[in-house]
Nanobody, 129 residues
Framework: DIRVGESGGGSVQAGGSLKLSCEASDKDTGRMYDWYCLAWFRQAPGKDREAVAAVYFGGGVPYYTDSVKGRFAVSRNNAKNTLYLQMDNLKPEDTGKYFC??????????????????WGQGTQVTVSS
């Protein structure tokens, strides 16, 4: 089993920045594996959970949903088993609870919620206008 945990949420004004962290590791070994996809999802009140970004822990070209391209960027610190989501030029519509998720995969990282097996508890991001 993979343990997943997020941190770094908060409240900012429009145009501001936040950096979220997702630490993921095997509960038994403390390691994370290159063949796992890690994804950031967000869920706004009354809306479905949507994939914001996804990438293999081992690297590769990340996926970004269109609404965040050019504003959000993922990066990894494999030594710390951590995936980051740098969010710049935040907009009120970015408000929501952000979740990190992980799944063992072998093709392009999935962007559907039900493809992911392991989930964190989420961290709230609130952007005011």
């Amino acid at each position: 089993d993979i343990r997943v945990g997020e941190s770094g949420g908060g409240s900012v004004q429009a145009g501001g920045s936040l950096k979220l962290s997702c630490e993921a590791s095997d509960k038994d070994t403390g390691r994370m594996y290159d063949w796992y996809c890690l994804a950031w999802f967000r869920q706004a009140p009354g809306k479905d959970r949507e994939a914001v970004a996804a990438v293999y822990f081992g690297g590769g070209v990340p996926y970004y949903t269109d609404s965040v391209k050019g504003r959000f960027a993922v990066s990894r610190n494999n030594a710390k088993n951590t995936l980051y989501l740098q969010m710049d030029n935040l907009k009120p519509e970015d408000t929501g609870k952000y979740f990190c998720a992980a799944v063992s995969w072998s093709a392009d990282c999935p962007i559907r919620e039900y493809d992911y097996k392991y989930w964190g508890q989420g961290t709230q991001v609130t952007v005011s206008s």
